[in-house]
């Protein structure tokens, strides 16, 4: 083979991703991948043979080193064995890595494909390869150093945190919501969230997502003082903007320290007065009023986004189907919040 054979998202093959953000590039087609790899081992052609791959759940988290560096996305499923049938002749059954048979042959296709690109995932997809976990490993950071401090002696730097301003007053009718109905504000209600029109259509139906693994980003709006109890504050969600420089799985969904420095660019290019209010993410089971955020949700929210109108919007995927919930932080456990969608 001189060059990568694409094929559609119907068809089993290898989706390859490119750079360490993983972004989709296409899917490869299995098998004349492996009718070049295993035809030029047995000496012979294999055009007229049929492949039956089984997967075997064994681990391997380790890089395939070399130009470019390839990285399996379903670790978890690392081996395999692969028996060759032409007519009703069993000709070949052996056990193979994922790394033998895929990674090397398609690190030198790509090498000569894309010369450029230093990093690729990638990963065996298609009918009956859904089940196995589709993993995206978080970025290395780079040009980061530790800086340590030797017992005893004091730091010559001092953060202290700046008093904000108090948020402008508003209503919900400003914000479009004329009418909370029958589940309006409770008194004890100290945070309500409202998501504007493009915020609401991006995250119920527009913003591509997937559903072999988690995804979210952050939550950009503004922050305002209800004028009817000036204690309470009024999030107003205006963009949704998806993560970059993340790590994902099945189960769960890690930010960076990149993703937060290019969340910050994005709202200072956005302009305004427009803030970071908090962070949304996927899971990908039907919502149920019994499961709702997990441990280490809970655990990132109190732990990154501290203040109290800081917010987790969470979409569970089912079938096609999104539900929005947002939840926010009290001090000592994470709580619904109230919140209205306002249509555009």
Not at 33 to 53: H, K, N, Q, T
Not at 273 to 287: I, N
Request: charged share 30%; proline share 6%.
């Amino acid at each position: 083979m001189s060059s990568i054979a694409w094929t559609d998202r119907e068809t089993v093959g290898i989706d390859l991703y490119r750079t360490d953000d993983y972004v989709l590039q296409g899917r490869a087609d299995l098998f004349p991948l492996l009718r070049s790899v295993l035809g030029e081992a047995l000496g012979r052609s294999l055009d007229d043979a049929l492949f039956a791959l089984s997967f075997h759940q064994v681990a391997d988290q380790r890089e395939t080193s070399g130009d470019p560096v390839m990285v399996n996305l379903r670790p978890s499923h690392s081996y395999l064995t692969i028996r060759i049938l032409v007519g009703d002749r069993l000709i070949y059954r052996h056990p193979h890595s994922v790394r033998e048979v895929f990674a090397r042959p398609l690190q030198r296709l790509l090498a000569a494909d894309f010369p450029d690109e230093k990093h690729w995932g990638y990963a065996p997809a298609g009918p009956g390869l859904e089940k196995i976990s589709l993993e995206r490993p978080a970025p290395r950071m780079e040009g980061t150093i530790d800086v340590r401090l030797r017992r005893g002696r004091a730091s010559r730097l001092n953060l202290e945190e700046v008093a904000e301003p108090e948020p402008p007053l508003a209503r919900l009718a400003d914000l479009g919501v004329p009418d909370p109905g029958e589940d309006g504000l409770r008194p004890e209600d100290d945070v309500a969230v409202v998501f504007a029109p493009e915020a609401g259509k991006a995250l119920r139906r527009e913003l591509p997502l997937s559903e072999e693994i988690e995804e979210g980003g952050f939550l950009v709006g503004y922050v305002h003082r209800d004028a009817d109890h000036p204690e309470r504050c009024l999030v107003e969600v205006v963009h949704a903007l998806p993560a970059e420089r993340t790590g994902a799985s099945m189960l769960q969904f890690t930010f960076t320290g990149e993703s937060f420095l290019r969340a910050n660019d994005a709202v200072h290019r956005l302009g305004g007065d427009l803030q970071l209010v908090g962070w949304y993410h996927t899971h990908l089971f039907p919502a149920t009023e019994r499961l709702g955020l997990s441990s280490s949700d809970v655990e990132l929210h109190s732990r990154t986004f501290r203040r109290r109108w800081q917010i987790a919007g969470l979409l569970n995927l089912d079938d096609g189907e999104r539900v929005l919930r947002a939840y926010g932080w009290n001090g000592r456990r994470m709580r619904r919040l109230p919140q209205w969608v306002v249509d555009g």
